[in-house]
């Protein structure tokens, strides 16, 4: 069965940094591209960034290219969002996300809350 | 950038009816590969979403079959055949043919 367990969120000051973590099992993590995708309360959904299946590639929009870096750990299992320079509209649940080919959100993790306030 | 327009933004509707839910495309959706990667998703209260259509028609597996996709280019529709109680929610379309974008959601209430 296909787990994904996001970890890291919490209170954090405007401005500051936060590393997310999301650590994956019940399938071979190497094989595939992963995402992160966030939710601020009470509203939609926002994809945040992608990563190929070796690392090697990266992609984000442009509201948080230059403050978030996507990275993965294959031989742990793990992805990481590093985020920087957060504001108070970074504050949302970040989803952890496996993209399979076609179907690029067929597995979420339950997410981690990201508050971003002084 | 691609936007998605979602309509209804809430829909109301008994239990059986059937309803049908429309997300419209800033631009094509058709990738140079020939396929289309526009997706459907349901949010239910307190849950991440989980995904329900993939390739405008294509059913997840473990999906009902009254839900259905269909579309093509830029417009596209979900449509619930007979609502039951658990179908409650906020919808998604979601396209990932040029990067990923999200529609606002359609909330799928009881009348």
């Known amino acids: 069965e296909v787990q994904l367990v996001e970890t890291g969120g919490g209170l954090v000051q405007p401005g500051r940094s936060l590393k997310l973590s999301c650590v994956a099992s019940?399938?071979?993590?190497?094989?595939?591209?992963m995402s992160w995708t966030r939710q601020a309360p009470g509203k939609g959904l926002e994809w945040v960034a992608s990563?190929?299946?070796?690392?090697?590639?990266?992609y984000y929009p442009d509201s948080v290219k230059g403050r978030f870096t996507i990275s993965r750990d294959n031989a742990q299992n793990t992805l990481y969002l590093q985020m920087n320079s957060l504001r108070s509209e970074d504050t949302a649940t970040y989803y952890c996300?496996?993209?399979?080919?076609?179907?690029?959100?067929?597995?979420w993790g339950q997410g981690t809350l990201v508050t971003v306030s002084s | 950038d691609v936007v998605l327009t979602q309509t209804p933004p809430t829909l109301s509707a008994t239990i059986g009816q059937s309803v049908s839910i429309s997300c419209r495309s800033s631009?094509?959706?058709?990738?140079?590969?020939?396929?289309?990667?526009l997706n459907w998703l349901l949010q239910r209260p307190g849950q991440p979403p989980q995904l329900l259509i993939y390739?405008?028609?294509r059913l997840e597996s473990g999906v009902p079959n009254r839900f259905s996709g269909s579309g093509s280019g830029t417009d596209f529709t979900l449509k619930i055949s007979g609502v039951e109680a658990e179908d409650l929610g906020v919808y998604y379309c979601?396209?990932?043919?040029?990067?990923?974008?999200f529609g606002a959601g359609t909330k799928l209430e009881l009348k």
């Open positions: 631009q094509s959706l058709l990738h140079s590969n020939g396929n289309t990667y």
């Open positions: 979601v396209q990932s043919t040029h990067a990923n974008t």
């Open positions: 990563i190929t299946n070796s690392g090697g590639s990266t």
């Open positions: 996300t496996r993209r399979d080919y076609g179907r690029p959100f067929a597995y």
């Open positions: 019940g399938f071979t993590f190497n094989n595939y591209w």
């Open positions: 390739l405008v028609s």
